[in-house]
């Protein structure tokens, strides 16, 4: 007890106080930009040049410092074994499980002694299971950390597609193997990240969405641009795959620039689906056209599926198209229209609108499986296969969230992944029918020691934001814990594109847990906690509404006596990092600490960058002075303030991230280690072998959390984190 009031009432030490002396200040080279009557200062646009030598050294002199200030907490050491320690108690992790005819499952696992996933494949949940793609062995001989990005078993599962990358750039190139024979069959067949791969019915071919070639003078932009849909058959050239669905193909509405096409037999039928990406938008497009027909080059598509109708999945049953859709319906429904003849307009309504929200859908050979989450918890229901079939709800043996795994057209049942804030993700068959539903652990994922967690409880609340606004807010604790203000806290929320954090478990976050601090999680507008009104309420001009709502969870925590400013922190990353940047710097005295990975922080430059296209739909464009002002209120980089006293930072971000460019975060960095007053560290960690996260090593992920926790505890004051 008296160390921890002495810890607290001292304070972490000030960043002068350090052994290790810090790199020279980045030199500003002022630029200026005006947009719509408003200029705009950018002191480092030259970071956007990476290599610039200038800034290359910056940025390594940065990492260096960064990697010797963490290095030299006392405590990071012990906590990085611990975390060790608890991810090993486990014999091994499962996930993406993938089902075929033959009671074959494919899957990706990673072993205690594995620092990466590798692919398996078992006939029978209890049959030996045979490594099919190890990314460590391949990592052995380039020298680079590989990675499986995705993998398509064939029909009969006699073959494998698989896209593996390097360095965590998520550049995957396709390799396609004999699954008995281990045999090459074909690859590597380069720029498909996207992937696509979908395989005809016979497996004598594959479709497959490749990005354009980038030639001398292109501009990086044009990466993800012009993207499209390809047929290859088996041993054909690949560079003389057709395309069969692009940008200039007659009778389709495909944008070059953030639209992306993908092309896959509708199972079951005589049908070839395109579908059409618009951007990050989870609203898409659907067009058909005989399969044969898109095979042989000649096909003619039909629209069946507009923008308009705001459908955010589909499935079919023979002609029966079935689609979720928010289409006056802000917590979403299922209709059904036929597929040959389509009219949404006077859809039936096979599963309306209710207090929860339908999140997922999914077909198997016994009907539709739906997910609804009420709360933060997720139910199942199956919609059987007869014309005037009703939803039935299947009773799950954990309340908390689940993603669909194993689901196939031609095999009864599906897959699921379940797991809940406190218990660890356990992999669940469910058969039958009607309500006579089985729900069995396959036993595919191992169980841990550590893996059901009694002695910690999750707590629900709604917080008031300052609109009135009521904001989930989960707050993961130890039970009984004692409010007195001083326990470390931990706020995390991400909110963009409707995405909402449903509970999630992990053996890191005990780490945390185990030392009395609270991990708490909020899902402000821009979220789809409640919706499709929830998420439009936080996103473009209203996304005030993400870190505001944010702010609010936060005094919420102050106020209750959870913690206090001093003992607060708050984690945010990739979109996240406008939710934690633009808190920051609208509230710098509410916390401690702020750590943002892979963040978004300069928006008005962000469409300027290859994935910056896509994204316009979620945040909006510079060019048009609706979303230009949209997006200068949500850029941290331009709300930063001379003499500001911003609180501890600790930015970390992967050099190779495809997704958000790192000079996202160097900008940002050099920016605030000007401007702030308060003399608290802002650490730039930068991972050269490591992109935006996908495709990290085991290594490289507990790593980066020991960095975090560690830097949250010293900047708290905690005994036994404070450098000497």
Do not use: C
Request: aromatic share 10%; proline share 6%.
């Amino acid at each position: 007890m008296f160390k921890r009031f002495f810890a607290a009432a001292i304070g972490a030490l000030p960043l002068a106080a350090l052994s290790i002396e810090p790199p020279p200040a980045a030199a500003p080279r002022p630029v200026q930009d005006t947009y719509f009557g408003v200029t705009l200062n950018d002191p480092f646009r030259h970071f956007e040049n990476r290599d610039d030598p200038e800034v290359s050294r910056w940025m390594r002199a940065q990492a260096d410092y960064a990697r010797a200030v963490l290095d030299e907490i006392p405590g990071r050491a012990k906590l990085a074994e611990q975390i060790r320690t608890f991810d090993d108690a486990v014999a091994a992790r499962v996930v993406d499980v993938q089902r075929r005819p033959g009671d074959l499952h494919f899957y990706e696992k990673r072993g205690v002694a594995d620092n990466q996933f590798k692919l398996y494949v078992r006939k029978g949940l209890s049959g030996t299971e045979k490594l099919l793609v190890d990314p460590e062995e391949i990592g052995r001989k380039d020298g680079r950390p590989h990675a499986i990005n995705y993998f398509v078993a064939s029909n009969n599962g006699r073959l494998l597609a698989y896209g593996m990358s390097a360095g965590g750039s998520e550049m995957a190139e396709i390799h396609v193997i004999d699954t008995e024979t281990g045999r090459r069959v074909m690859g590597p067949i380069t720029r498909a990240r996207y992937g696509g791969v979908a395989w005809l019915p016979d497996d004598s071919g594959f479709f497959f969405t490749r990005q354009q070639e980038m030639k001398p003078g292109m501009a990086d932009v044009e990466r993800d641009q012009k993207l499209r849909s390809l047929f290859v058959k088996l041993g054909a050239a690949v560079d003389k795959a057709p395309s069969v669905l692009a940008f200039d193909t007659a009778g389709v509405s495909i944008k070059e620039g953030g639209e992306s096409p993908y092309v896959f037999p509708l199972p079951g039928t005589r049908w070839a689906g395109g579908y059409v990406s618009h951007g990050t938008d989870r609203e898409f497009s659907l067009y058909v056209a005989p399969l044969a027909e898109v095979v042989a080059g000649r096909a003619k598509w039909r629209k069946v599926i507009d923008r308009s109708d705001d459908a955010t999945n589909f499935e079919v049953i023979g002609d029966r198209l079935f689609v979720l859709t928010h289409k006056d319906a802000s917590r979403f429904k299922i209709v059904e229209t036929s597929l040959v003849a389509p009219d949404l307009a006077k859809a039936r309504v096979v599963m309306a609108e209710g207090a929860g929200v339908i999140t997922g859908l999914a077909r198997a050979l016994d009907g539709l499986y739906v997910s609804r989450r009420d709360g933060t918890v997720s139910r199942l229901f199956h919609i059987g296969p007869a014309k005037d079939a009703r939803p039935v709800e299947v009773k799950l043996p954990l309340a908390g969230s689940f993603e669909f795994a194993g689901v196939d057209h031609r095999i009864p049942g599906v897959l699921l992944t379940l797991q809940s804030w406190t218990r660890a993700p356990q992999i669940y068959r469910v058969a039958g029918a009607a309500a006579r539903f089985n729900v069995t652990n396959t036993q595919l994922q191992p169980r841990g020691p550590y893996d059901a967690l009694p002695d910690y409880v999750a707590t629900e609340v709604l917080v008031p934001s300052h609109d009135g606004a009521q904001v989930p807010l989960s707050i993961i604790h130890k039970k009984g814990i004692e409010l007195d203000g001083t326990h470390p806290t931990l706020l995390y929320g991400y909110a963009s594109y409707g995405i909402t954090d449903e509970p999630w478990f992990s053996l890191w976050r005990l780490a945390w847990l185990e030392r009395g601090a609270i991990f708490a999680v909020a899902n402000p507008r821009g979220s789809g906690a409640f919706g499709q009104d929830w998420y439009l309420a936080g996103k473009q001009a209203n996304k005030p509404n993400t870190w505001k709502d944010f702010i609010a969870t936060a005094e919420y925590l102050v106020k209750q006596r959870y913690t206090s400013p001093a003992k607060l922190g708050i984690w945010g990353g990739s979109a996240g990092g406008i939710l934690v940047g633009r808190a920051m710097t609208e509230r710098p005295d509410l916390f401690a600490a702020v750590v943002a990975s892979v963040g978004v922080f300069d928006t008005v430059r962000a469409e300027l960058t290859p994935n910056g296209v896509p994204n316009i739909p979620e945040f909006g464009t510079h060019k048009t002075e609706e979303g230009f002002r949209a997006l200068l209120e949500m850029s941290t980089y331009q709300h930063i303030r001379d003499g500001a006293k911003y609180p501890a930072v600790l930015f970390t971000h992967g050099v190779n991230d495809p997704r958000v460019e790192v000079w996202e975060s160097t900008k940002a960095a050099a920016r605030l280690q000007q401007a702030t007053a308060s003399g608290k560290p802002v650490l730039l960690r930068l991972d050269y072998e490591s992109g935006h996260g996908i495709g990290s090593t085991k290594a490289q992920r507990n790593a980066e959390r020991a960095d975090v926790l560690s830097f949250l505890l010293w900047q708290f004051g905690e005994a036994g984190f404070q450098p000497q």
